[in-house]
């Protein structure tokens, strides 16, 4: 009996010391993620982490306000840093690099924490937190959403490549401006940054080629239905655009009871207090009573002057998803950023968009070409706004081609929350020597045979143009020659 015992405790012993040699069995993980700004857009990255078993942690500035509010089991630390600070980007970043590595109470609930992963925007965050990741012995992994953002974080990582579909000219601009945004934040931000991380880090020894040697992975905010403006050069570009996309939940029992009144359905808005007026004057303008339609508006502290309408309705906590994915929602006002463009694409929910700069005025005119939009063309009189809405909602077309947008992001192989979990712990049990998926080395510069054809054809028509002009020349130089030769002949003859 004695030596069954004794069998049955080596197999578990053998067992045991198999499973902990796998390189696939992975201890528990726990995610730090670094919010200098886009704190709204990372704290549903975190949110995301722990619903997918990753204990995450958030360091935001201390007046963060615009993070996410249904937050479940995310810690969040914040600094003691004010984003009014300074109004200037890089130096509000600076100020919030030099207050995180100089809390001592922030490292050492670090040290508590141990991170296996910190995750932050490329962008005026890299040269502070990439050599601090190092430095708490943390995968660094960088983030990235929105055209500059996106571009930056492309060319730093080496991970991809851009791809243009505009003429010469086009292209040759937005080169251009990709190399004016760089320039910009490596000399007003990656400099000081680095000598900040000098006097609170050991070890800094990067330079501006060699900082993102050790970044192993890129997460991508965006989505191909946003915009396909790069081509990926390895598997660890990840696109986890609509990571937090998730099916409906029932909205608060007060709201659902005040908006199932209304049978011509809702008018989801989430445009800012700015827009009051205009909101309220909306609502008194489209059908009232229950045979008529409702605003459900998520905003704050919202004073209105004159009273409310009875089918306006404004709720600050209620989740935006369950707003735009509610089955009798018709249609979305917006600003359209990336994540609302997203999520009303996911729920198949018709947007107009009210865009404040370029970016949402691009994400504008891709909703509009996918066909479940309309642009305003920056006119947002309420007249205009008024009669979108009704064209749109008595129209079958948008919604339709809204559930198109919607099939198109759900029905892929895997979703975008599994793909950031899988190369996320792919990384964290995988050493830089292991074999990499990806078709060229990222140091190995990328050249395309369009761009090989446009170098030959450039040298063609240099030589031409090279020919032609000395062929010029010399005949010019020819005729001029043999011009003043006469009249110097002539005047001879006319002496004698």
């Not at 528990?28 to 619903?51: H, I, K």
């Not at 600094?79 to 050492?108: F, P």
């Not at 209620?318 to 463009?341: K, M, N, W």
Request: hydrophobic share 40%; aromatic share 8%.
């Amino acid at each position: 009996m004695r030596q069954l015992v004794m069998i049955n405790l080596l197999v578990i012993a053998a067992l045991i010391g198999i499973s902990s040699a796998s390189t696939l069995s992975a201890p528990p993980q726990s995610a730090l993620v670094v919010a200098f700004e886009n704190a709204y857009e990372l704290s549903l990255l975190a949110n995301t982490l722990t619903d997918q078993g990753i204990d995450a942690t958030m360091i935001v500035a201390s007046d963060a306000g615009d993070m996410y509010e249904n937050l479940v089991e995310v810690e969040v630390i914040k600094l003691n840093v004010t984003s009014r600070d300074h109004d200037n980007l890089e130096k509000r970043a600076l100020n919030a690099c030099e207050a995180l590595l100089g809390d001592q109470k922030i490292l050492k609930r670090i040290g508590e924490i141990q991170p296996t992963f910190t995750i932050f925007p490329a962008i005026r965050h890299d040269a502070c937190l990439i050599p601090w990741a190092r430095f708490i012995s943390s995968n660094p992994v960088v983030w990235a959403l929105g055209i500059n953002e996106e571009h930056y974080a492309v060319q730093k990582t080496k991970m991809g490549i851009p791809i243009f579909t505009e003429g010469i000219y086009e292209r040759f601009w937005a080169n251009v401006n990709t190399q004016r945004v760089i320039a910009h934040v490596e000399s007003n931000f990656v400099n000081p940054a680095m000598k900040i991380a000098t006097k609170y880090v050991s070890n800094v020894d990067d330079t501006l080629d060699e900082l993102y040697s050790n970044v192993e992975l890129f997460l991508w905010g965006g989505d191909p239905i946003l915009r396909t403006d790069f081509a990926s050069l390895t598997q660890r570009f990840v696109e986890i655009g609509c990571h937090h996309c998730r099916g409906v939940q029932p909205l608060p029992s007060e709201l659902q009871k005040e908006l199932v009144e209304f049978r011509l359905g809702t008018i989801v808005v989430s445009l800012e207090n700015s827009y009051t007026e205009l909101i309220k004057n909306m609502a008194k303008r489209l059908p009232q009573g229950r045979q008529g339609q409702a605003v459900a508006w998520k905003s704050k502290n919202v004073r209105f002057t004159g009273g409310k309408p009875e089918n306006l309705f404004v709720h600050s906590s209620v989740d935006r998803q369950d707003l735009i994915g509610y089955p009798r929602a018709r249609v979305f006002l917006s600003h359209c950023d990336d994540t609302e463009l997203l999520e009303s694409g996911f729920h198949g929910t018709p947007i107009i968009c009210f865009p404040r700069n370029p970016h949402e005025k691009r994400n504008a005119q891709r909703a509009a070409e996918l066909g479940f939009s309309i642009s305003l063309n920056d006119d947002y009189s309420l007249d205009k706004v008024v009669k979108t809405i009704v064209e749109i909602h008595e129209s079958a077309l948008y919604r339709e081609n809204a559930r198109s947008v919607s099939l198109a992001i759900r029905d892929r192989p895997m979703p975008a929350s599994d793909r950031t979990i899988f190369w996320l712990r792919y990384v964290a049990r995988n050493e830089k020597s292991s074999i990499e998926f990806s078709p060229v080395d990222r140091k190995t510069p990328v050249k395309t045979f369009a761009e090989d054809i446009q170098l030959y054809i450039g040298i063609l028509l240099g030589t031409i143009c090279g020919v032609l002009f000395a062929s010029t020349t010399a005949l010019t130089w020819y005729y001029q020659n043999r011009e003043s030769k006469s009249i110097r002949s002539k005047g001879r003859k006319y002496n004698r």
